[in-house]
T-cell receptor, first 115, second 111 residues
Framework: NAGVTQTPKFRVLKTGQSMTLLCAQD?????MYWYRQDPGMGLRLIHY???????AKGEVPDGYNVSRLKKQNFLLGLESAAPSQTSVYFC??????????????FGPGTRLTVL | AQSVTQLDSQVPVFEEAPVELRCNYS??????LFWYVQYPNQGLQLLLK??????LVESINGFEAEFNKSQTSFHLRKPSVHISDTAEYFC?????????FGTGTRLKVLA
């Protein structure tokens, strides 16, 4: 049982390049999330998904796209990277609200630097 | 709209001293509250949560938090901290389909 895994762990991009971050979970969770963490700002939600084939915008969605083609995977894409997207990105998954098992399980993070 | 406020960005405390990390929330719906801990260069891990029932909840490593509906608070406490408790602590409230996090409190335990 690996929990939530993220690929890659580190990445350096040049401005304008594109990339995709992969998140996978093996807990059969319906809900998945992408956050970014910046110093002094806590975790900010980028996009989330409440089930396979669904996605929704979070607090800071601009410049990012997501896809949830399979229940266990949630992809985060940067079409044209900008220095403002330098951050640590975390993926998480959870059961639906109201489930007594309600909690989020986080991946180890991806540290992205955009030059 | 739901929100979470952690007023203290950093809390230094000496080893074996007590500590309280403050969390206040605003919510107009049923309240589910969480504390997560993040050790350096790691993801967040659940520390404890309140979904219903007893307003005092405890973690396996000695932390506790009390849900106070009248003061809209969910403060985290530990009677005696260890060096290994040095980490960043996040309070969160469950919203519809998502969680809302506070900005975090960095706890530094001094020898």
């Amino acid at each position: 049982n690996a929990g939530v895994t993220q690929t890659p762990k580190f990445r350096v991009l040049k401005t304008g390049q594109s990339m995709t971050l992969l998140c996978a979970q093996d807990m059969n969770h319906e809900y998945m999330y992408w956050y970014r963490q910046d110093p002094g700002m806590g975790l900010r939600l980028i996009h989330y998904s409440v089930g396979e084939g669904t996605t929704a915008k979070g607090e800071v969605p601009d410049g990012y796209n997501v896809s949830r083609l399979k229940k266990q995977n949630f992809l985060l894409g940067l079409e044209s990277a900008a220095p403002s997207q330098t951050s640590v990105y975390f993926c998480a998954s959870s059961y639906p609200a109201g489930d007594t098992r309600d909690t989020q399980y986080f991946g180890p993070g991806t540290r992205l630097t955009v030059l | 709209a739901q929100s979470v406020t952690q007023l203290d960005s950093q809390v230094p405390v000496f080893e074996e001293a007590p500590v309280e990390l403050r969390c206040n929330y605003s919510s107009s719906v049923s309240v589910y509250l969480f504390w997560y801990v993040q050790y350096p260069n790691q993801g967040l891990q659940l520390l404890l949560k309140y979904l219903s029932g007893s307003t005092l909840v405890e973690s396996i490593n000695g932390f506790e938090a009390e849900f106070n509906k009248s003061q809209t608070s969910f403060h985290l406490r530990k009677p005696s901290v260890h060096i290994s408790d040095t980490a960043e602590y996040f309070c969160a409230v469950r919203g519809t389909n998502k969680y809302i996090f506070g900005t975090g409190t960095r706890l530094k335990v001094l020898a």
